[in-house]
């Protein structure tokens, strides 16, 4: 089978690839955004996780070719099959998701992987199912080059985000980062030469989450979403177990019909009538911004503000965005041998300035904005626990 992207051109897919792509698990891909509700904000923002596994393949194929892969194909399976586990709209209601279930979209793959009609596929064509499970969870010798700091994930997602979105910001060189490394041992060496394009994906990955990832009506889209998604989900709508069965045009449908709020919060997102920022509090506005509530708090604090308010719990919502983390690479730049974070200042630099970006936000209708505004301090305290 041959298929035409518009990143890499002619794409050829063999089997055990093919009976694996033509599965219903991975045909679901088709109907799960990649970028969840940032098509709000980014018009032609419509592409699919399905594309981008394909595309990820495309450049696991590239790296088992330039380097002595061993289990190859465990290897490019595994590409092909990391993202079969993500609920509907991507990353935008996983945290919810996680929070009842303790499953993230990667342990759902590999539940998938081994309960379905995949592991049959895999098993016939000789594959090591246990060796893929493990390179999507993260372990072994080349799992960092699915889920690492430069990985084909990463590559694929950035270059197509980048194109798709219609903005400059991830735009990188794959093939000169793939055909200029080797791998030894656990760590994989580059030349000095070819450090910019190393740093590019960095950079460009730092560009592409502040100025799409984290783009505040995206935030708020998301935000709203979440909170019609725990009102449908306590109105019965659906059943928990069964949402990774659900693509985006399932979960919409359930929200819709839904004679919870979940149905006035969908409508006023398809409608783009989002809540307003009401407000927002940056590092600085707190001592120790990392001793915050965690996200499994947010909906309790949410619920006392409204009450406070004399507002519906689904009236004021938060974010709070992850908080920056030092990632520790696996590459060493030749000759030196020193670590990319170690020779590099733009890298070594990067999670500082995360820090720039982060916010923890409180989204409300228009009506509303002012009475919330003058409980900013008691909601800060709130957020810091007390």
Known sequence: MILKDPLYGFISIGEPFKSLMDTEQFQRLRNIKQLGQSYIVYSSANHTRFEHSIGTYYLAQKVAENNAIENKDEFIAAALLHDIGHYPFSHSIEKAVRQLTEKGHEQQSIEIIRNTNISK???????????????????GKYASLISGQIDVDRMDYLKRDSYYTGVAYGIIESDVIINNYTIKGDDYIADIKYLPAFESVLIARYLMYSMVYMHHRTIIANT????????ALNNGDFKIEKLIEFDDIDLISRFRSSSSPAKQLMDA???????????????????????????????????????????????????????????KSRILI?????????????????????????????????????????????????????
């Not at 506005?285 to 499994?296: H, L």
């Open 224 to 231: 709203m979403l979440r909170s019609a998604f725990i009102e």
């Open 269 to 327: 997102i398809t409608k783009r009538n989002l809540y307003k920022e009401a407000i927002i509090f940056s590092k600085d506005d707190f001592e120790d911004a990392g001793k915050m509530i965690g996200y499994d708090k947010v909906q309790e604090v949410e619920a006392l503000i409204a009450k406070e308010l004399k507002l519906n719990r689904y009236e004021v919502l938060i974010n709070i965005m992850g908080f920056p983390k030092s990632n």
């Open 121 to 139: 596929i895999l098993r016939d064509h000789g594959l090591d199912i246990e060796l893929i499970c493990n390179y999507i969870e993260g372990k």
């Open 334 to 386: 030749s000759p030196s041998m020193k670590k990319l974070e170690d020779i590099s200042p733009i890298v070594s630099s990067l999670n500082m300035a995360e820090w720039n970006h982060w916010f923890a936000g409180v989204y409300c209708q228009e009506k509303d904005i002012d009475k919330i505004r003058q409980k900013k301090d008691m909601i800060r305290s709130y957020l810091i626990g007390k």
